[in-house]
Structures are given as structure tokens and as C-alpha cells.
């Protein structure tokens, strides 16, 4: 509706359903808008140099009055005949703003309060990514996000080579970071992606295949058995030096169970071809006895599909006599004192193969040792690109060689 502006008519204006406006014939271009809370404000509309029509707010009314109103849109409206349009300059002024703001931000800030939750959220492996974040970039964390450089990443890089890491290592770590970035990217925390374009550590197309020899897999079981022996041996000793003092007696080992969890999930590695992370996260519900095979469900497998693995005489063995030592109806396979899920192999590892001295060779091995085997015993490539759960058959070729040489070897028997 059109009327003549004025204190006494703006006061009889009572709110509606819906938000209506009231233009000023004084004043062409002033308006007032009545929201259905009684809220009432200043606008003044305008047409910009390109003939859009438009408007800009001025103020609340009772926080202006309709004088200072009426005196604001006249100095608007002057702004804009000099070519100045009110909405795009506010526009400008909130982008610099971002812009500031961006340039602004710490790693450790983003990473703290934006980042860590969305990728705990929705990668599997967040707690690892942040883990490389923390540990390899720390002396970062305190560097704005968009002042960081390509030279700053390459002599990193450089730097890490230098310190023996390998690129597969470097570019693990890289990646970690770079993922930081294309978020912070995505949602617009920063206006532009410094680490876009730089490209990881060239990677050695060889492809590793190490699995036990006969003589070094000898030695791994004798290691770890003789190791049970010890802990068996030892909790005796403890007990009969308890006895004679009259102290309680601590439980004692079965002579033919596993005195901890290093050597059943060593062996059960070997016989099934589980990765590290879906042995951790193994339950006993995943376990079928009854008909002899195990699940790895898709939430814990790399591929995000679930499959399933036969269990051998010898890893129904494993887990039936390692269920009688740590059996918690619904909990992990392998956990600690607290029913958590183990976490982390590294100081056992460390131990057989330091006791054993076998050399370069990694926990990851024993899957390679697992499907290794199963070529060599002639089982066919999609079996074990099945049983391994690889998405992609290109990744299970690096067995083909070995299944062919113990097919040359079975036909040189018929010379």
C-alpha cells in the first residue's frame, strides 16, 4: 500500500498473517515492511546501472527514527546515481571478509574444530589420518592454511627421503594432508587449495611380494611356541614361589593354550589372509564353528564388502582353543584387559622378528604369505583375489608368476 510516511500512522500499523510493505508518497523509493511479529523496517528500493531493481535495508524502526530514515535513503539514493549499487558492495565487503578470515585460519585450528569430526565420521580410517596429521606435521600446526607453498611441500618431501622413508611412506603422509586441504576447499573454510597440482614422490614400479620360506616359517612357529612354553614355564615358577610365602596363586596357563594373543593372531594371519585392521576388528560373532568360516563384514573391510573366509584345520584349532582364554559373548577376538579392540601389533611383531632374525619382512607380509602359498599349491587367481578381497583382479596378478613356476616345475617331472 502507498501512504504518506509519518510517526503517527507507522504506529498505527498492526502486524498480519503475512509481512506487508507501506511506501512512502513523500519519499519515492522509501518503504516500510510490517512482519507478522510487529517488527517493522526501513528499505529504500533502486535500480543499479544496469537496470535491476533492487533494494537495501537501512535499519529497524525504533532503532531509526522515520527522519533518519527518510535522510538515509535520500544519501543512498545519491550513492547510487553515482553509480554505487548498495548490495553489491555489501557483497564485497562480506567476500573480503571470508577472504581474511581464510587467510587467517591455522591448520591446527581447522583440523580441531572442522575437520577431525567429519573424518572420524566418514572414513574409516580417520583416527589414522589424524594420527599421521599430528605426528608428522605438528611443527605446521600453527601455520595460516593458504600460506602454505609447493616449495614447502616438495622440500619436505625431500627432506623425508633423506631420513630413509620410502615414497610409498612419504606420500601415505602426503595425502593425509592433502585430504585436510581439499575439505577445508570443499566447504569453503579456505578460497583456495595451496597443495592443488603437487605431485606425490615418484613410486618404484616394482611390486613387493615377500612371504616365508619354509625355513623361516619353521622358525616362526618353533619362536612362538617356545615363547608360550616360556609364559607357561614362568607362571609355574611364580606360583610355587607364591605357594611357599602363602600369597594367592595366579591363574595358570593351560599346558596346550596360548598364553596371549601375539601367536594365535600370527597364525591365524597365515591361514586366512586377513589385513591387519579386519584381524583387530574381528568378533566372536563373526566366528561360525558350526560350519567353519569367518566374516569379515563390510564396514571392516578395505573393499567395504563383506566376505567370507573357510577356516583350515589349523585356524579352527587357532580360535577354538583361544576361545576358551578370551571368550566374551558379543566382544573382539583379539582385545585388551578393557574389551577394547587391540590396536596396534608393533612391540610383539618387533619381538618375533627379532627373535626369529628374519629380515624385511612386515606384519602386511603375512597376507602375501597366505596367498603365496595358495598359488603355489595351484589354487586358481579369482579364488584368491576372492579370499583376499580385492576389488580389482590387476592386484591379485602379482601371484601369477608364482603359480607358473610350480607349474613349470610339476611338467619338468616328465623329463
Excluded at 616449495?151 to 585436510?180: C, D, H, M, Y
Amino acid at each position: 500500500m502507498k501512504a504518506n510516511l509519518t510517526e503517527r500512522l507507522i504506529k498505527s500499523l498492526k502486524p498480519t498473517n503475512k509481512p506487508y510493505e507501506v511506501y512512502d508518497n513523500t519519499l519515492i523509493g522509501l518503504l516500510l515492511r510490517v512482519q507478522p511479529t510487529g517488527s517493522m523496517t526501513f528499505y529504500v528500493n533502486y535500480s543499479n546501472v544496469l537496470r535491476k531493481r533492487n533494494r537495501t535495508k537501512l535499519g529497524k524502526y525504533g532503532h531509526i527514527t522515520l527522519t533518519q530514515a527518510r535522510d538515509l535513503a535520500k544519501q543512498r539514493q545519491g550513492e547510487i546515481a553515482t553509480g554505487i549499487d548498495p548490495q553489491e558492495e555489501k557483497k564485497r565487503k562480506i567476500a573480503a571478509t571470508k577472504v581474511a578470515k581464510a587467510k587467517e585460519l591455522l591448520l591446527r585450528e581447522y583440523i580441531k574444530d572442522t575437520y577431525t569430526p567429519w573424518v572420524v565420521a566418514n572414513r574409516k580410517s580417520g583416527e589414522l589420518t589424524l594420527h599421521k596429521l599430528y605426528a608428522h606435521f605438528d611443527s605446521w600446526m600453527e601455520q595460516p592454511m593458504e600460506s602454505f607453498t609447493a616449495q614447502q611441500i616438495e622440500e619436505w618431501q625431500v627432506q623425508q627421503k633423506k631420513r630413509g622413508l620410502k615414497p610409498t611412506s612419504i606420500n601415505r603422509n602426503f595425502n593425509a594432508l592433502r585430504s585436510v586441504f581439499t575439505r577445508a576447499f570443499e566447504v569453503k573454510a579456505i578460497h583456495a587449495n595451496p597443495l592443488k597440482g603437487i605431485k606425490n614422490v615418484t613410486e618404484s614400479n616394482e611390486i613387493r611380494v615377500r612371504y616365508f620360506s619354509i625355513e623361516e616359517e619353521f622358525m616362526v612357529r618353533q619362536w612362538l611356541k617356545q615363547r608360550d612354553h616360556q609364559h607357561i614355564e614362568k607362571r609355574k615358577s611364580v606360583n610355587a614361589w607364591r605357594l611357599t610365602r602363602g600369597y594367592s596363586l595366579m591363574l595358570e596357563y593351560e599346558e596346550d593354550a596360548y598364553t596371549d594373543l601375539l601367536t594365535p593372531i600370527i597364525l591365524l594371519a597365515m591361514n586366512t589372509g586377513l589385513r591387519r585392521g579386519e584381524l583387530l576388528q574381528l568378533s566372536w560373532s563373526d566366528i561360525n564353528f558350526e560350519q567353519h568360516y569367518l566374516t569379515v563384514r563390510a564396514e571392516n573391510a578395505k573393499s567395504g564388502k563383506a566376505r567370507r573366509i573357510p577356516l583350515n584345520a589349523e585356524s579352527y584349532q587357532i580360535l577354538s582353543t583361544w576361545k576358551r582364554t578370551s571368550f566374551i559373548e558379543g566382544g573382539f577376538v583379539f582385545s585388551m584387559e578393557s574389551g577394547n579392540p587391540l590396536t596396534t601389533l608393533k612391540a610383539g611383531w618387533r619381538s618375533l622378528m627379532s627373535g626369529t632374525g628374519i629380515k624385511d619382512f612386515r606384519l602386511h607380509d603375512l597376507r602375501h604369505h597366505f596367498a603365496s602359498k595358495l598359488a603355489m599349491k595351484g589354487a586358481d587367481l579369482n579364488t584368491i583375489r576372492e579370499l583376499l578381497g580385492h576389488s580389482d583382479f590387476t592386484t591379485t596378478l602379482r601371484y601369477a608368476h608364482l603359480a607358473d613356476s610350480h607349474k613349470a616345475d610339476a611338467v619338468a617331472l616328465l623329463v
